[in-house]
């Protein structure tokens, strides 16, 4: 077989393939039309809603609290339990360690966390240390992965120590500058950082 073409140029097999996946690219994204997958938005969390992770009256604590959504909910809740809503939180502990514990079961479609940018959150004094306050409304919530969380701080939440989550990173900063604690990106929370927090 002769590889090259009238102009003395080689075709590789590379050039070839190389145009193909170009060309399959194209004709994926032109069946997307600009289109995203679609993330359902973040719901408000009733006060007496108990978390899905240890079972605390959600709006008795205070600090960050947490929804993750899944395609299909019941793979994740118990048999018995038959609704379609997210698996809600008491605290960003829990609801990383309940995405965590049930990673073989099910992929997150989207995980929220009390974004403390988006709130006029105070710090008072809780039993053993200070306390974010709490936010439960639908637009207190920020997309994890878009949040800059500062982790192991003087600061508490529901489950004692915490992440508290800012999307604004100066504000994650200044947070951290006055509580101390560490500086976390959404995926770069593990379990063994979660257990080490509870």
């Known amino acids: 077989m002769d590889s090259t073409d009238t102009t003395g140029r080689i075709v590789t097999r590379r050039t070839v393939l190389g145009s193909v996946g ?7 994204a032109g069946c997307l039309d600009g289109e995203e997958a679609s993330v359902p938005d973040a719901i408000e969390i009733d006060d007496d809603q108990d978390c899905d992770n240890c079972t605390m009256r959600i709006g008795s604590h205070p600090g960050p609290a947490g929804q993750t959504h899944y395609e299909e909910p019941t793979e994740v809740f118990d048999e018995d339990l038959d609704e379609d809503r997210p698996a809600q939180f008491c605290s960003s502990l829990c609801t990383y360690a309940f995405t965590f514990d ?9 995980t929220y966390l009390t974004d403390y940018s988006a709130v006029d959150y105070e710090i008072e004094d809780g039993d053993d240390a ?7 409304e639908a637009d207190a919530f920020g997309n994890a992965t878009e949040l800059t969380l500062v982790g ?16 604004d990173a100066d504000e994650a900063d200044d947070f951290q500058a006055e509580y101390g604690g560490e500086l976390y990106d959404h995926d770069e929370v593990t379990q063994d950082l979660i257990m080490s927090l509870m």
Do not use: Q
Request: hydrophobic share 35%.
């Open 22 to 28: 170009t060309v399959c690219l194209g004709a994926v």
């Open 102 to 110: 049930n990673e073989g079961e099910a992929e997150p479609t989207v």
């Open 130 to 136: 200070p306390v974010p306050t709490r936010h439960l």
């Open 152 to 167: 192991d701080s003087e600061v508490e939440g529901a489950m004692g120590g915490s992440l508290i989550p800012f999307s």
